[in-house]
């Protein structure tokens, strides 16, 4: 596609279900990015992918979240048991190579009640 | 070890007057910098990046930033509002050979007619 695509746009869920969030690369991107950004702050990194391998997941706050890019395309970031502190906008972008500018999605924000 | 810091959560500029927008960075590699715009609802846009190359940087839009070494500082102006630059606008850094951008907290961008 055009742009980096993310999807649901908007997830409601209730505390202690778990999450799946989608994110659909720029054609051709190797490299791809999980942010969360929390209201009224910049979004913080959580987690990088070079094609299908994930090479940095220092900023997962904890086990809880997982994310995995099975076929060097299009990427899932899931929350376990989710928290009401988990409540915040998550952006993915791509990149051409890593050293190339990252290109972001629409984000998908997510309520936990 | 990279951070960046926006003055300012808040700017309101006249139609047609200057904006301003400041960004001071630190970072212990050579720093790549970065502005982004959201729009309400959006993703975050690409606006203009340094990447080592000339220190003024033109951007889209009639935006542009000066990288300023000396003052760790990446000023983002436009010479004239526009009641459409009205948005949220994010600095980042990461560094020479690494892939993790650092945001700044973010300046709201209002433009009074």
């Known amino acids: 596609g055009a742009g980096v695509s993310q999807s649901p746009r908007y997830k409601v869920t209730k505390r202690g279900q778990d999450v799946a969030l989608r994110c659909d690369p720029i054609?051709?991107?190797?490299?791809l990015y999980w942010y969360r950004q929390a209201l009224g702050q910049g979004p913080e990194f959580l987690t990088y992918f070079n094609y299908e391998a994930q090479q940095d997941k220092s900023g997962l706050p904890n086990d809880r979240f997982s994310a995995e890019r099975p076929e060097g395309s299009i990427s899932t970031l899931t929350i376990q048991r989710t928290e009401q502190r988990d409540s915040a906008m998550y952006r993915c972008?791509?990149?051409?190579?890593?050293?190339?500018?990252?290109?972001f999605g629409d984000g998908t924000r997510l309520s936990i009640l | 070890a990279q951070s960046v810091t926006q003055l300012g959560s808040h700017v309101s500029v006249s139609e047609g007057a200057l904006v301003l927008l400041r960004c001071n960075y630190s970072s212990s590699v050579p720093p790549y910098l970065f502005w982004y715009v959201q729009y309400p609802n959006q993703g975050l846009q690409l606006l203009l990046k340094?990447?080592?190359?000339?220190?003024l940087v033109k951007g889209i839009n009639g935006f542009e930033a000066e990288f300023k070494k000396s003052e760790t500082s990446f000023h983002l102006t436009k010479p004239s509002a526009h009641m459409s630059d009205a948005a949220e606008y994010f600095c980042a850094v990461s560094g020479l050979g690494t892939y993790k951008y650092i945001f700044g907290t973010g300046t709201r961008l209002k433009v009074l007619a």
């Open positions: 972008a791509s990149s051409l190579e890593h050293n190339q500018p990252q290109h």
């Open positions: 054609s051709g991107h190797v490299s």
């Open positions: 340094y990447t080592s190359a000339a220190t």
